[in-house]
């Protein structure tokens, strides 16, 4: 007598998986039902003529219905919530898995145990919570088993093995989820080396008859082994709504799944994957508290970095994010959630393969491998001194990329862009090189990168004269710094383009000049008060001091020194009272 037979079969007690769509009733309302059906279960269990009966089948189909409001109520609420608004919920639930009337009607069964799923208390933490779980286990054991086997042989058989049923049950239920995970992973019988391969019919029916249990910590090794399941099959084997079931219980943090097990969930079904990577950008830009350290724990947590060493995943994940950066016209907070993401990509890659310049050319395929293997590079490893070479060249492959196609090809001037603020550090670099170097003339290939960066849309024409801007108001920030004690107001007056320029430089480049200015040097700390006061004059740019600053502790390589970190910390909490 197989144990794994309990679970098999109930895929045959309601075909198919109903769609719980329907709205719940009002709350009034359902409390009075709530009544209505508890006196009604208690009358039919003191109760066994044939009128009880007919009055039993008579309520089948509202009873149903019933439970399924109920469910849609439960399913949103913790255990605790559940026993506050219904005390007598277990009673309700134990009375309808004790009548064979009910549990033998339509997807009643189904419905009953994922209410009881819903009682159960994922992180016990008192004597009365784990026998509260153990007896909801019980029901559940009781229900998976209801059909197959007449209960006083059940009983028999387990008191002349010296168990109580109560004891059984659970232990029922691990040993049907152990015999049918060493049956899908192939193991080792009776000495001989079998293995066996279900019946896509058999996976499909299991895996909708696990779609109510996969919160149940017992199920998770059968949760677990669905879906690294690798059958030779062209169809897919397990249901869609068991995908959507384990994606849910995982986003909401309900089960904890390995990574393998993760991956192979969303590689197989693409909506999980769309759903995990719009609820982290949930996460990611529903607070505009969301610090960069913060960021970065999301995105790690959400194992979509890890996932995305495959490039069919990275591809889809890479394209919602174009999708938000496009719709939300380039949002800081969306290009710093895109550059953490990929910084952890990288690292994750980099634990795989350590060729990873060759790895990189199948996640960005219409850019040059030259240009990804020279982007992949960690930027803030290279040495001081030895920065300014690895930028030119960087710069001269993203202007040939830019400058030699045309519009509307795949290759367009917006592809590469979007290949280059992946990997931002470079754009620290950057303005780091062209405001600390001693060189009187900026280098135009530092020029060209920054103009590039912070305005990907403009021409070829307009960029070059947006460069020789940008050189003037490089030259004259220098020039100030090196002409003795500096002043807030000089250094502002200085960045300010003259009113007859054809086109001044971008607001935020400007701004993001003077503020690496002001961070960066020691005559800058001295004024570096006075000068964010009169430039934070909006809540726009207020945000945007905000997230530089955010940003400098973050990559904290460029501040070296303490008291420039405390300094950071301090201005940074100051302007997040402001806003």
Known sequence: MCAHRFLCCLAGCGEGTALLSEMAQEPADLASDYQFWLQKLSAWEQASSKETQRDTCLHLSRFQEFLRQMYELLKEMDSDAILERFPSIGQLLAKTCWNPLILAYDESQKIVIWCLC???NKAPRTSAESGRNSWIQGLLSHVLSAFRFDMKE????TKSLGYESIDYYPSLLKNMVLSLVSELRGSHLNGLNTQSRMAPERMMSLSQVCVPLVTLPDIEPLV?????YHGHEPQEVLSAEFFEAVTEAFLSEKIVLPTSSVVSLWFRHLPSLEKATLHLFEKLFSSKRNCLRRMECCIKESLLPQA??????????????????????????????????TSCLVEALRKENKQLKFALKTYFPYSAPCLTAALSQQPEAI????????????????????????????????????LFVHFGGWVDLAVEELLLREEAEPPAGLLWLLVFYYSPQDRSQQREQSMVELKVLVNRLLKLLRSGPLSAMDLLEAAESPREDPRPVCGQLVRRLLLSLLFWTPEGHAIVWEAVTHMAHTDAVTHEIVGFLDQTLYRSHHLCVEASRKLARELLKELQAQV
């Open 383 to 418: 040495p001081q001194g030895h920065r300014l070479q690895p930028l030119l060249h960087i710069s001269q492959l993203l202007r040939e990329a830019v400058e030699d196609c045309t519009d509307g090809s795949h290759r367009n001037p917006f592809e590469s862009w979007f």
């Open 224 to 228: 677990e082994a669905l879906l690294t």
């Open 154 to 157: 059940v009983c028999l058989f």
């Open 308 to 341: 995305a060493c495959q490039p069919a995943i990275f591809r889809i994940v890479d394209e919602m994010f174009r999708f938000v950066l496009l719709e939300t016209d380039g949002a800081p907070a969306v290009l710093a959630a895109l550059q953490i993401f």
């Open 118 to 120: 819903c009682l159960m």
